[in-house]
């Protein structure tokens, strides 16, 4: 799976009550959208980090995306 780079102030994630989105993406303020060396000094070096992101998103895409009702079962929870 790959860490999504979310480039957006003030964005509202899908099911942010159930799911911590900053242990499985990467959020960039839009001030910084045109300063790539910026982006890139926001990316995480260490592997143990990435690795961790990478099985977190990859997770929440079984759980929530993948699964058989799993957004259904998301949706009953966070109301």
Do not use: H
Request: glycine content about 4%; proline content about 6%.
């Amino acid at each position: 799976c790959s860490i999504p780079v979310i480039v957006s102030d003030g964005l509202t994630f899908p099911y942010e009550q159930l799911i911590d989105w900053s242990l499985a993406t990467i959020q960039v303020p839009e001030a910084l959208a045109r300063d790539a060396k910026a982006i890139l000094d926001l990316l995480p070096r260490d592997p143990d980090v990435i690795r961790t992101m990478r099985r977190n998103i990859c997770t929440i895409r079984n759980r929530f995306w993948y699964r058989r009702g799993g957004l259904e079962d998301a949706f009953l929870r966070s109301v």
